[in-house]
């Protein structure tokens, strides 16, 4: 940005501080308008404008690198940074956790030659073409384009693993879903899930066998109705109107905006029960909520941001999955939903049979057919092939053989084609790895949140029970919305739950939700 800031006039801790403050603020300018780009991509445009916007978004994002790493930036925040860390004390402590964001995100850019980074932008552009195409192809057609994205993710995370010291170069690249997930031990963390949840899977089935299956849901779900309980519920969560919007996108459901301005999009199908636009309207919703609950005095600035994807996972799912899957919660939506889509004495709608819709035990080897249970192992097979080929570990030819074997590991069960194995989800293709292996860490998030708030207010089922979500917002708001980026997604975890992230509330979680059905 070549415009001269004139801020002399306003009190800095250092010299220079004051125009990095305009330099990233501008920054967020351009953050801001590609995520409006992206929403309205996924709503209002007329599809004969699809190349032109993702040309548009790409060039956008090649100027955020641009001026990110640009010469005068470096040298500024060089300066600032050696002040700041020579009179700590002069400094607040949201501004020192300013300035070390604002060299987290010109690490992570300037660690990337910009042939390596051009490039990968063009593989996020490409990529969701080239999955469709590959659904009519063998994996050696697949396999060229396969091999071109993982050396190109290699090359990015052994750059990034020079630059932040990681242990592998896989984990250089979770960084970008956590600032700090270099301090656990992720391994460790999977692994002891493993066995106790394989078990649980058998006894859920048994369980399940032993019962005559949920009815379907039946009724009339047109789309005016879903979207005005989608709303009423999203007003409920705590979600204000007055700065966002709920919109119905025909893609993927995503939260996108600014602060002032957050658009949820979710999925709404005419044909389609209420049940899965409604937890796009919860997940999505979380996602929303965080964004309008960022701290206001620094929402130009990089520590006024979003923890990132563990953490916006984290809020999604305790939503979604972990309190909208609740006994409780179904006690309060059935009621409504009768209203709504008018079925009253409608014996699908009664809330135990909405219960038990969503906790069914599905054994399939596609990851969006799957329960909230299995989808574990879903996200663990990813997380150890993935693993291993950025490492290194695993030749592309060799994958489709790998994913059937860690399949018949995890699941029990290999897939019949390549399009129920590796070839069942866009990431790889678009060069996002680590977004569904890391979901798993965002369960685990979740579930020790949950436990959390439950302690503090043991009256939270009914609470939910009567859609009060005040008290869980109220406590979010000021143990994670609040404080920004000012501390680490798995220190603010430690700090709001009192233990360090840990399996062991995910699997009692799991263990009463489909054995002993509590909370």
Same mark, same amino acid.
């Given at each position: $940005?070549?415009?001269?800031?004139?801020?002399?006039?306003?009190?800095?801790?250092?010299?220079?501080?004051?125009?990095?403050?305009?330099?990233?603020?501008?920054?967020?300018?351009?953050?801001?308008?590609?995520?409006?780009? /992206?929403?309205?991509? $996924?709503?209002?445009?007329?599809?004969? *404008?699809?190349?032109?916007?993702?040309?548009?978004?790409?060039?956008?994002?090649?100027?955020?690198? /641009?001026?990110?790493?640009?010469?005068?930036?470096?040298?500024?925040?060089? =300066?600032?940074?050696?002040?700041?860390?020579?009179?700590?004390?002069?400094?607040?402590?949201?501004?020192?956790?300013?300035?070390?964001?604002?060299?987290?995100?010109?690490?992570?850019?300037?660690?990337?030659?910009?042939?390596?980074?051009?490039?990968?932008?063009? %593989?996020?552009?490409?990529?969701? =073409?080239?999955?469709?195409?590959?659904?009519?192809?063998?994996?050696?057609?697949?396999?060229?384009?396969?091999?071109?994205?993982? +050396?190109?993710?290699? =090359?990015?995370?052994?750059?990034?693993?020079?630059?932040?010291?990681?242990?592998?170069?896989?984990?250089?690249?979770?960084?970008?879903?956590? &600032?700090?997930?270099?301090?656990?031990?992720?391994?460790? !963390?999977?692994?002891?899930?493993?066995?106790?949840?394989?078990?649980?899977?058998?006894?859920?089935?048994?369980?399940?066998? *032993?019962?005559?299956?949920?009815?379907?849901?039946? #009724?009339?779900?047109?789309? #005016?109705?879903?979207?005005?309980?989608?709303?009423?519920? !999203?007003? $409920? $969560?705590?979600?204000?109107?007055?700065?966002?919007?709920?919109?119905?996108?025909?893609?993927?459901?995503?939260?996108?905006?600014?602060?002032?301005?957050?658009?949820?999009?979710?999925?709404?199908?005419?044909?389609?029960?209420?049940?899965?636009?409604?937890?796009?309207?919860?997940?999505?919703?979380?996602?929303?909520?965080?964004?309008?609950?960022?701290?206001?005095?620094?929402?130009?600035?990089?520590? @006024?941001?979003?923890? @990132?994807?563990?953490?916006?996972?984290?809020?999604? %799912?305790?939503?979604?999955?972990?309190?909208?899957?609740?006994?409780?919660?179904?006690?309060?939506?059935? %009621?409504?939903?009768?209203? %709504?889509?008018?079925?009253?004495?409608?014996?699908?709608?009664?809330?135990?049979?909405?219960?038990?819709?969503?906790?069914?035990?599905?054994?399939?080897?596609?990851?969006?057919?799957?329960?909230?249970?299995?989808?574990?192992?879903?996200?663990?097979?990813?997380?150890?092939?993935?693993?291993?080929?950025?490492?290194?570990?695993?030749?592309?030819?060799?994958?489709?053989?790998?994913? &059937?074997?860690?399949?018949?590991?995890?699941?029990?069960?290999?897939?019949?084609?390549?399009?129920?194995?590796?070839?069942?989800?866009?990431?790889?293709?678009?060069?996002?790895?680590?977004?569904?292996?890391? &979901?798993?860490?965002?369960?685990?998030?979740?579930?020790?949140?949950?436990?959390?708030?439950?302690?503090?207010?043991?009256?939270?089922?009914?609470?939910?029970?009567?859609?009060?979500?005040?008290?869980?917002?109220?406590?979010?708001?000021?143990?994670?919305?609040?404080?920004?980026?000012?501390?680490?997604?798995?220190?603010?975890?430690?700090?709001?739950?009192?233990?360090?992230?840990?399996?062991?509330?995910?699997?009692?979680?799991?263990?009463?939700?489909?054995?002993? +059905?509590?909370?």
């Amino acid at each position: $940005m070549t415009d001269k800031p004139n801020l002399q006039t306003v009190s800095e801790p250092a010299e220079g501080y004051n125009d990095l403050k305009f330099y990233f603020s501008n920054l967020n300018t351009l953050f801001s308008i590609r995520s409006t780009l /992206a929403v309205d991509m $996924m709503t209002a445009m007329p599809q004969g *404008g699809l190349s032109r916007r993702i040309h548009d978004i790409s060039a956008i994002t090649k100027r955020i690198y /641009a001026e990110t790493t640009t010469p005068a930036v470096t040298k500024l925040l060089d =300066k600032v940074e050696s002040a700041a860390d020579a009179n700590s004390g002069d400094w607040s402590e949201w501004d020192l956790a300013n300035i070390k964001e604002m060299r987290r995100i010109h690490s992570h850019l300037a660690a990337v030659p910009p042939d390596l980074y051009i490039a990968s932008v063009q %593989v996020a552009n490409e990529g969701r =073409k080239r999955h469709a195409a590959a659904q009519n192809q063998t994996w050696d057609d697949v396999a060229p384009y396969m091999q071109q994205v993982v +050396d190109l993710a290699r =090359k990015m995370a052994e750059k990034k693993q020079e630059v932040f010291g990681t242990d592998t170069a896989y984990r250089a690249l979770l960084l970008g879903y956590a &600032n700090d997930i270099g301090t656990i031990s992720i391994d460790d !963390l999977y692994e002891n899930l493993i066995d106790p949840l394989k078990n649980l899977r058998h006894a859920a089935i048994d369980k399940q066998q *032993g019962q005559p299956p949920p009815m379907a849901l039946e #009724g009339d779900f047109s789309r #005016g109705d879903q979207m005005w309980l989608n709303k009423t519920v !999203l007003e $409920m $969560m705590g979600f204000d109107f007055t700065r966002g919007s709920l919109q119905i996108t025909a893609l993927s459901p995503m939260t996108g905006g600014s602060t002032d301005d957050a658009r949820v999009l979710v999925r709404c199908g005419s044909d389609d029960t209420f049940l899965d636009s409604l937890e796009d309207t919860l997940y999505q919703g979380a996602r929303g909520l965080y964004l309008q609950n960022l701290p206001q005095d620094w929402k130009t600035q990089p520590v @006024g941001q979003n923890l @990132g994807t563990l953490m916006q996972n984290a809020l999604s %799912v305790l939503y979604e999955t972990v309190l909208g899957r609740t006994p409780q919660f179904f006690d309060f939506i059935a %009621v409504r939903a009768e209203g %709504v889509f008018r079925q009253f004495r409608n014996e699908s709608f009664d809330p135990e049979n909405l219960y038990r819709l969503r906790k069914i035990v599905v054994d399939t080897p596609i990851r969006n057919e799957a329960d909230e249970l299995s989808k574990i192992f879903h996200d663990l097979l990813r997380y150890r092939i993935e693993k291993d080929l950025i490492n290194g570990d695993l030749a592309i030819k060799d994958l489709p053989e790998r994913w &059937n074997a860690e399949s018949e590991d995890l699941l029990g069960k290999k897939p019949q084609t390549l399009q129920q194995g590796p070839l069942q989800n866009p990431d790889w293709f678009t060069g996002r790895f680590g977004f569904i292996a890391t &979901n798993t860490l965002s369960h685990m998030m979740a579930a020790q949140l949950h436990d959390t708030l439950f302690e503090k207010d043991n009256d939270l089922p009914n609470h939910v029970r009567n859609g009060n979500f005040t008290a869980i917002g109220a406590a979010l708001n000021e143990d994670i919305h609040n404080k920004g980026r000012k501390d680490g997604t798995l220190s603010l975890i430690k700090d709001m739950t009192g233990e360090p992230l840990s399996e062991k509330a995910l699997i009692s979680h799991l263990e009463r939700r489909y054995l002993s +059905d509590k909370r």
